[in-house]
């Protein structure tokens, strides 16, 4: 889809169009907000916080690339932010010992997506937030760790339990469905 | 399952969902943004009022310039008019006008070189009148006498016209021909073109007789070919529209729209400035003032209402607090009506041909049309089936829907014309102005095109 006009009229300052390209993107952003928040009051903020922060960066978009992606970017980077705020007060969250539990493919597949976005949503906030941008987003555990400020090795190992955790959620919903 | 799989199905599933945002939000985060400055319409007006300036400037310059170059100094411009009989007579403006028209003529061949260039525009616009009148006359029964005598005589003088005979009326406008220089030809060209259709209307001479008005007439590149004119005109217009689903289906929204717009008439007003090249080829450029009507009529049976009536406390604390007294819930019918108006401007950009024939004239033109401002204000069904406003943005119930701008359509009219006056004409040209583009926003379900009818009246002056 070309926004190339709209986005011209946005950073003119034009209102109807900043609440045309709002429309047109709410939805998908607010789901990757849903994605890193804990909660749905989290998802709101992050999404406010996310279109403020597109909209007053909107000049250094040049145009070169997809703009679905650069916005992608500013609200992940918006999530991450609240990630280091979140971190900042709790401090750093680790699991026990999960063990990889044996999963039904067919049953995975029969999860919707509110079911599995519910199941990322339960992670600590660590472990959610590398596997989104691992898992989801498809950044590398280099990239994550510089955005998270960890090291790499943590990064790959909160990947690894996240993954387990998500096995155990998965494994026991099985469970209470059979 | 392997880790990768478990990666990989969460990324198909979650990557590019969607959810639905709560209302509200929006007004949160555009309080958090900067003012709406102005210069985005502000540019868009600029620009069109740039665009007028010059088509008016353009024309004030050139009008001023013909002015000139037609009035001598000394006050010498002719005032032509035929009399009750038919017969020509030159009236003089001033005191120290010649007589009639041949004596202008000699006269400003005495006047020497320096006034040569003035006085051949008062001469060329005089026996462009005498042709002219020839050529109406040549319709009346009596004139329609056989072409005889052609090349031969030298009538030079205007008053040879008054005796009226048609083969000196020929012999008169041969001799024209003869001993004019390439410039005076071309503009003598249109009234010699009228002359001939009206002689060979009335059954007079041949295309072969009269081949030595075509042959010499035909001087393209040289100075004085064609002419400006400026066009002004308005008249009614009416739109239809098209719907159509942008991505998912929506058929029930565009049927539910369909039985709630109603079409209504509005109109049109604008003014254009064309050039007209003596082989009947012209080209136009204008602006466009369209107003579009249209009737939202809405009437839901099973509405309700909820009244709710509170009363204000303050607790022990002494804290404000709201108690509800009562909740009604009423059902009825809601019936909104609104006149919805679309306003809009359009710049033209014309080609055409235009054939002549006496004092009627027909063409066709078409063209590029510019869309460089639509502004609306009215109510229409939402896709949630309530209905809201599309032009309000500080209601709550606001919708957006339309563009701001539309831009490309294509125009095409056809006309006819008549003379009514010495350079003034009427028309009437009813038109089609398709919009190329959807008119509605690319985030609105519906992919709604336009297209507009009108038929308008107006006046061509000629320069």
């Known amino acids: 889809m070309e926004y190339t006009r709209l986005i011209k009229r946005c950073k003119e300052g034009n209102r109807k169009a900043q609440k045309e390209l709002y429309d047109h993107f709410a939805g998908r952003m607010f789901f990757l907000c849903q994605r890193y928040a804990k909660d749905q009051t989290e998802a709101q903020d992050m999404l406010q916080e996310g279109f403020v922060r ?125 | 399952m392997s880790k990768h799989y478990l990666d990989r199905h969460f990324r198909e599933k979650l990557a590019n969902q969607s959810a639905d945002v709560p209302a509200g939000l929006w007004d949160a985060i555009q309080t958090r943004l900067p003012d709406t400055p102005a210069t985005g319409s502000r540019s868009r007006w600029f620009w069109v009022l740039l665009l007028a300036a010059l088509v008016l400037g353009t024309s004030a310059t050139y009008l001023i310039l013909q002015g000139r170059a037609a009035v001598p100094e000394e006050a010498t411009a002719l005032s032509q008019a035929a009399d009750s009989d038919g017969m020509l007579q030159a009236q003089p403006v001033l005191p120290t006008e010649p007589e009639d028209v041949s004596a202008a003529v000699a006269t400003d061949r005495k006047a020497g070189e320096v006034g040569e260039s003035r006085s051949q ?29 052609i090349a031969s005589g030298t009538h030079d003088n205007a008053n040879d016209a008054q005796l009226d005979p048609a083969s000196e009326a020929d012999e008169y406008v041969i001799d024209q021909m003869r001993n004019a220089t390439p410039e005076t030809r071309s503009s003598l060209r249109p009234a010699l073109q009228l002359y001939k259709i009206a002689s060979l209307s009335a059954g007079v001479g041949s295309l072969d007789e009269y081949a030595i008005m075509q042959t010499d007439c035909y001087s393209f590149g040289k100075r004085g070919l064609g002419h400006f004119e400026i066009d002004l005109y308005g008249g009614p217009s009416y739109a239809t529209k098209s719907m159509t689903s942008r991505n998912e289906d929506v058929s029930d929204y565009i049927m539910s729209r369909d039985t709630t717009e109603f079409k209504r008439l509005g109109f049109h007003l604008g003014a254009r400035i064309g050039y007209h090249h003596p082989t009947g080829f012209f080209a136009r450029i204008g602006a466009q003032y369209t107003q579009l009507n249209e009737r939202f009529d809405y009437e839901n049976g099973s509405s309700t209402q909820t009244i709710i009536t509170t009363d204000t406390i303050f607790d022990a604390m002494g804290n404000v607090v709201d108690i509800v007294l009562d909740t009604v819930v009423t059902t009825g019918t809601r019936i909104k009506k609104t006149y919805n108006r679309f306003h809009l401007v359009d710049i033209p950009i014309l080609l055409g041909y235009q054939i002549d024939n006496l004092d009627w004239a027909y063409g066709i033109q078409a063209g590029p049309v510019f869309n460089v401002a639509f502004a609306r204000k009215g109510d229409i069904l939402a896709p949630n089936g309530v209905p809201g406003s599309f032009s309000d943005e500080q209601s709550s119930d606001f919708h957006p829907v339309f563009k701001d701008q539309l831009g490309l359509s294509v125009y095409a009219s056809v006309y006819a014309q008549r003379r009514i006056g010495e350079r003034l004409y009427g028309f009437v040209e009813p038109h089609v102005l398709h919009r190329l583009k959807s008119i509605t926003l690319a985030s609105y379900p519906i992919d709604q095109r336009q297209t507009a009818f009108g038929l308008s009246f107006g006046v061509r002056m000629t320069l």
């Open chain 2, 121 to 149: 525009a008062v001469e060329n616009r005089a026996t462009s009148e005498l042709i002219r009148q020839h050529a109406a006359r040549r319709t009346s029964p009596e004139a329609r006498a056989p072409l005889t005598g």
């Open chain 1, 54 to 178: 597109l909209f007053g960066n909107l000049e250094k978009f040049e145009g070169k690339g997809s703009f679905e992606g650069w916005a992608r970017r500013i609200f992940v980077n918006t999530a991450i932010k609240y990630y280091h705020r979140v971190r900042k007060h709790n401090g750093h969250d680790e699991l026990g010992h999960a063990e990889a539990q044996k999963i039904d493919p067919d049953a995975l597949s029969s999860l919707h997506e509110q079911e599995l976005l519910g199941l990322v949503q339960e992670l600590p906030e660590g472990y959610r937030a590398v596997f989104n941008l691992y898992a989801i987003e498809g950044y590398s555990h280099k990239e994550i760790a510089d955005l998270l400020e960890i090291q790499e090795s943590t990064s790959r190992s909160q990947l690894v339990k996240a993954r387990k955790l998500l096995q155990m959620k998965i494994h026991n919903l099985q469970i209470v469905l059979l």
